[in-house]
C-alpha cells in the first residue's frame, strides 16, 4: 500500500513540475516572439541574478547531502535549514537584481518601461513565486525532520520536496541563461 500511494504522490508531483515547464516554455516563447518584433530596449543583466544561481546550485548540493545522511540514518535538519537560508538569499538576491534594473530606468510598468523590462520582471516574479512554495516546503521538511519523521526507508515527504527544490534550481538555470544570453 506504502508503495502505491509513494508512486502517486510522486506522479502528482511531475504533473505539477509538467505544468510548471509548459508555463515557463509559454513565457519564454512569447518572450522570442516579442522580441523579434521590435522595439527591444538593451540593458545591463544584473549580476545579482549571478548569485542567485550560485546560491541556488549550492542549496541543491547540500540537499544531495542530506539525502546521502537520511540513507545513513542521520540527521538532516541542519542541512535543511542551511537550504531553507540559501533560498531566503537566493529571494533577496533577486531583489537586490530587481533594484538594479530600476537604478538603470527599467521598469515593470509604467512610463518608461520597456516590454523587455517588464519580460524580465516578469518571468523573474514567477519563478520567485515558484520559490516561495519551495521554501515553505522546505520549512515543513525540516519540520518533519526535527520531530525524527523521516527514517532510511520511509522518507517521502523529503524526497518530494528535494525533486520539487532540484526542479526549481533547474529551471532558474535555464531562466538565467535564456535571459542573459539570448
Known amino acids: 500500500m506504502n508503495f502505491i500511494k509513494n508512486r502517486s504522490l510522486k506522479q502528482l508531483l511531475w504533473i505539477g513540475i ?24 538593451e540593458f545591463l543583466f544584473p549580476d545579482w541574478f549571478l548569485f ?13 547531502l542530506a539525502k546521502r545522511n537520511i540513507k545513513r540514518e542521520k540527521k538532516v535538519f541542519n542541512f535543511l535549514i542551511v537550504v531553507l537560508l540559501l533560498g531566503v538569499c537566493f529571494s533577496f538576491f533577486q531583489f537586490k537584481g530587481w533594484q538594479d534594473l530600476t537604478n538603470q530606468g527599467v521598469f515593470l510598468t509604467g512610463e518608461g518601461s520597456n516590454v523587455s523590462g517588464s519580460f524580465l520582471y516578469v518571468i523573474t516574479l514567477a519563478h520567485l513565486v515558484h520559490l516561495i512554495g519551495g521554501l515553505v516546503a522546505i520549512l515543513i521538511t525540516a519540520i518533519n525532520s526535527k520531530m525524527g519523521k523521516y527514517t532510511s526507508k520511509d522518507f517521502l515527504g523529503f524526497e518530494l520536496t528535494s525533486i520539487y527544490w532540484h526542479f526549481l534550481g533547474l529551471l532558474w538555470i535555464y531562466l538565467f541563461f535564456f ?3 539570448f
Not at 515557463?24 to 530596449?41: C, D, H, I, P, Q
Not at 544561481?53 to 547540500?62: A, G, K, P
Open 18 to 41: 509538467g505544468s510548471i515547464v509548459m508555463f515557463f516554455a509559454g513565457l519564454t516563447s512569447a518572450y522570442v516572439v516579442r522580441k523579434a518584433e521590435g522595439n527591444w530596449v
Open 179 to 181: 535571459l542573459k544570453f
Open 52 to 64: 542567485s544561481t550560485i546560491t541556488i546550485v549550492i542549496s541543491s548540493i547540500i540537499l544531495i
